[in-house]
Structures are given as C-alpha cells and as structure tokens.
C-alpha cells in the first residue's frame, strides 16, 4: 500500500510576545478546523486533519489531530507554528490524550530553533502508548543548543510506521502549551505528602530571599510573584515538575521597597504568601 504524507511550508507569524507560544491553549480558531496563528494541512474539501475539540484540559477548546482517509490512503497531520524568539527555552510543556490505531502508530512533536533562516536548534518527543486521560509531556526543545536564535517552529505530526496497519482514525489531543522552565530550582525532597507552598526566608528580605514548594504528585507548577497591586514581576516557575519539594531563589535587586506575592499554581491548588522586600 502506498502512503500519502504532506508537508507544508511553514509560514512566519509575527507575535508581538516574545518568547511564548501564540494560541498556546487552542482558544481562538478562525473556524471550526483552523486554529488561529497555526497551520495545517488540512484540504476541506477532501480530508480534513485537525478540528476543534471541547474536551480540553483547560478552558473550552483543544486541537485534535486525526489520521483520516482519503481514497483508501491514509493522510497524515501535521499541525505547526512558528514565533519569533530571542533566547532559548530549555522546556517546552503540554498536555495530550492519544488514541493510536495499531501499536506502530506515533504522535511526534518536533522543535527546531532558527537563527537567519539557519537551523541552530532542535529537540523532539515521540509518544506512542495510548493516554485516554490529559498527560503532561516534556522535552528540551533546544537540544540543549544556547546560541543565537530569532524564530522557533513547533509541529505535531501523527504517523504510522505500518506497512500493513495505516493508523487510520488514531487521534490526539492537545492543550495548554508552554515554554519556560528555571534552570535554577532544586529538588530537596522527593516525598511530599501534600501541596504547599513555604513562606520565604529570610521575610523581611533584602535583596535575595528563597521560596520553597511542595506537591505530591507531578503536576504543571506555574510560581510568580507579583507586586502588591497585582502586577506581574516575575515568573520562578513554569513547567511540569516531579512530585517532590522545590526551593528557588528571588532576587529584588532592581524593585523598590514594598509588599510582594508569591502565588503558587500547581494543577487546582492555589496558594499565596506575603513577601516584604525593605531596603
């Protein structure tokens, strides 16, 4: 059997966010199969291989990728973006559930950093058991690469490796994307037995002071701190971490005196802590 498999040429968008993942969480689409700021290879008037779904992780819609067919072939998805960017991102996080046809079937995410339309950087992640629940995955999406960089392309790909079995009607689902991780946190504990998060020491602080957290189960941790009107300063944490308790260090070298928040996120659980920064 002789199989199909498109690829596009991939478009340059221009984001005026540096560094994050245009339409991260699949909530704006241009219509029911196109995703707004992505691309896809679907052919509505053939085949059609990423939709709208409602089963999302996290808010209403999701992207689904599908294996349809179209005149006894299979045609493979390949969903993309690409984003303007200026550093490197060492962890690019998600959230899937995957349903493949046959145990050769495979859900690849490919990354590739650019730099003057040369390749500087790439990573990527092949799954393939079936996750009928949202999963988190991770992977460097720079393979470890620290250069010079101004573009990264991100595509979702679902191929089968069958001669025999196409894969047709496997699908996944994707959601909540995200780039960023702090290479400086440290794990001091792997056995939690609930999610909490410390109050800094030293508080009062100046400059530095260091933050503790703790959850019992891998979860997607996001941990800021914003001033005491509600402004974003700065974010210590976001990424899929192992269960376990994390400490971080905050530096307010270049904020003014005054009353800051720590808020940690890690799946439902919120908490906040009252930082004072005296100079």
């Known amino acids: 059997m002789k199989f199909v498999t498109l690829t596009l040429l991939i478009l340059s968008i221009t984001i005026n966010l540096d560094a994050q993942i245009p339409n991260a969480g699949f909530e704006d689409w241009i219509d029911q199969n196109t995703p707004q700021n992505w ?4 052919l509505p008037s053939a085949w059609i291989t990423v939709s709208r779904s409602t089963n999302a992780h996290a808010g209403s819609y999701a992207a689904k990728v599908e294996i349809p067919e179209y005149g006894g072939f299979p045609i493979f998805p390949v969903l993309t973006v690409t984003f303007p960017v200026t550093e490197y991102s060492h962890s690019l996080t998600g959230y899937y559930q995957f349903y493949p046809v ?3 079937v495979v859900m690849s995410v490919y990354t590739y950093y650019f730099k003057d339309g ?12 079936t996750a009928s629940s949202y999963t988190p995955f991770s992977f460097d999406p720079s393979g470890g690469y620290n250069g010079p960089t101004d573009s990264l392309w991100i595509q979702f790909e679902i191929v089968s490796n069958s001669g025999s079995n196409p894969g047709i009607g496997s699908y996944a689902l994707i959601d909540q994307l995200s780039l960023g991780g702090t290479s400086d946190i440290k794990q001091i504990n792997q056995n939690p037995t609930s999610y909490f998060l410390q109050q800094n020491y030293p508080n009062p602080f100046n400059p530095s002071t260091s933050i503790e957290f703790s959850i019992p189960e891998e979860s997607f941790v996001e941990l800021k701190v914003f001033d005491i009107l509600g402004n974003e300063v700065v974010t210590l944490a976001k990424n899929i971490f192992a269960a376990g308790t994390y400490k971080t260090d905050f530096n307010a070298d270049d904020l003014p005196s005054g009353t800051y928040i720590a808020r940690l996120t890690a799946g439902n659980f919120i908490q906040t802590k009252k930082m004072l920064l005296l100079k």
């Open 39 to 42: 691309t896809t290879n679907n």
């Open 102 to 104: 046959g145990n050769e």
């Open 118 to 129: 040369l390749l500087a950087g790439s990573g990527s992640i092949d799954i393939s058991n």
